[in-house]
């Protein structure tokens, strides 16, 4: 199988209109941040904003075989919702649940992480045991054990550098 992991065109706005639905139902099992409203759209949506084409965001999209099969929203700096002095920040990642666990995160993830060279944040809800669990192994993986296991805004996060990734190896 082949995992694509591209930018978002404007002929796929779309289809990441169709996934991001599915990305905030997941995450409401984990507390009550998002919500559908009274006409059954789910709040906060924040992909207007990831669509916008302002500088330093990077919708990105996986596709298995050419299917869609997630996406990844990726903010460099200056972007206004990271920590100063990183470089990129990983605001959103989401991977079907047909696809997951069978390596399509691992590598969503890997190929986003050698696309943008830099010091990186991610943060999960620390409701989520199982993204805690997939960040910190995912990471280790790919920087062999170098990285940041830290807290931003009170929630479980990662901080690493995947520029020492290539001196490591």
Request: charged share 20%.
């Amino acid at each position: 199988m082949t995992l694509t992991v591209l930018p978002v065109s404007p002929a796929e706005h779309t289809l990441l209109r169709h996934l991001y639905p599915l990305y905030l139902h997941d995450l409401s099992e984990f507390g009550n941040s998002y919500s559908l409203d009274a006409d059954g759209l789910w709040q906060p949506d924040y992909l207007p904003y990831w669509l916008s084409g302002k500088e330093g965001c990077h919708p990105m999209l996986f596709r298995l075989d050419g299917r869609p099969a997630g996406f990844a929203m990726v903010g460099q700096a200056p972007f206004p919702f990271m920590t100063p002095g990183r470089d990129f920040h990983l605001s959103e990642f989401f991977v079907l649940r047909g696809e997951r666990r069978h390596g399509v995160g691992r590598k969503a993830a890997f190929a986003l992480f050698d696309r943008f060279p830099g010091t990186w944040e991610l943060s999960q809800l620390s409701a989520n045991q199982a993204a805690i669990a997939f960040w910190r192994r995912v990471i280790g993986e790919y920087m062999d054990g170098a990285f940041e296991d830290t807290t931003l805004d009170g929630e479980p996060a990662q901080v690493f550098d995947s520029r020492k990734r290539k001196q490591m190896a």
